[in-house]
């Protein structure tokens, strides 16, 4: 089955500083990676998605690179601010499968 | 995307009971998931609650352990049964809302269950 990996585990950055989160994931069959914010005590929050016949998305401060040759895809926080500050998860999927695998997750902290 | 309700939000059981967590949607949804989150651990999914059937469980979930329901499109319960301290966690339910299969999932705000 498919497997992801992510990393840092934990991420601190100055308010105002980019901050960029990584994943690789196994299967090549694998088409769509969704991103989502899960803050302390709540559900996780989708905040950007990108499928494989596109390799760059951007929304606002947010962006996600896709490269599908070397199975990985990166999240770009750029100007961050503190309520950026929460665990974010990557996630993969495919067609066939239809369920989504996540990443171990990324305590991400930015300081005022 | 999908308004999503869970109840309890959270709830704290003694060992040997059972709990049933109900996930509500403002709309009719084509697909509804339940996950768990261990505590400080990522997503791993129970099974996909389909509606007029039962449910498909992934490797290491079995149906005994965690019934579950779908009478509806808009509506399922997770019991957690018999349970032990290693069942606390976080309950999450999900749905993909669209139609059109995009694999898009939005996700409820989650029961925290504590067994002591």
């Known amino acids: 089955g498919e497997n992801v990996e992510q990393h840092p585990s934990t991420l601190s950055v100055q308010e105002g500083d980019s901050a960029v989160i990584k994943c690789t994931y196994s299967?090549?069959?694998?088409?769509?990676f969704p991103w989502y914010k899960q803050e302390l005590g709540k559900g996780p929050q989708l905040i950007i998605d990108?499928?494989?016949?596109?390799g760059e998305k951007k929304d606002q401060r947010i962006a996600v690179t896709l490269n599908k040759t070397a199975k990985h895809f990166s999240l770009h926080i750029t100007e961050t601010q503190p309520e950026d500050s929460a665990v974010y998860f990557c996630?993969?999927?495919?067609?066939?499968?239809?369920?989504?695998?996540f990443g171990s997750g990324t305590q991400l902290t930015v300081l005022p | 995307s999908a308004v999503i309700s869970q109840k309890p939000s959270r709830d704290i059981c003694q060992r040997g009971t059972s709990l049933t967590i109900q996930c509500q949607v403002d709309?009719?949804?084509?697909?509804m998931f339940w996950y768990r989150q261990q505590p400080g651990q990522s997503l791993t999914l129970i099974a996909t609650a389909n509606q007029g059937s039962e449910a498909t469980y992934e490797s290491g979930f079995v149906i005994d352990k965690f019934p579950i329901s779908r009478p509806n499109l808009t509506f399922s319960t997770l019991t957690v049964s018999n349970m032990s301290p290693e069942d606390s966690s976080i309950y999450l339910c999900?749905?993909?809302?669209?139609?059109?299969?995009?694999?898009?999932?939005?996700f409820g705000p989650g029961t925290r269950l504590t067994v002591l």
């Open positions: 299967d090549s069959a694998s088409n769509y």
């Open positions: 709309s009719q949804v084509t697909m």
């Open positions: 996630a993969a999927s495919t067609y066939s499968a239809r369920q989504l695998t």
């Open positions: 990108i499928r494989s016949n596109v």
């Open positions: 999900s749905v993909e809302p669209d139609r059109a299969r995009t694999d898009t999932q939005y």
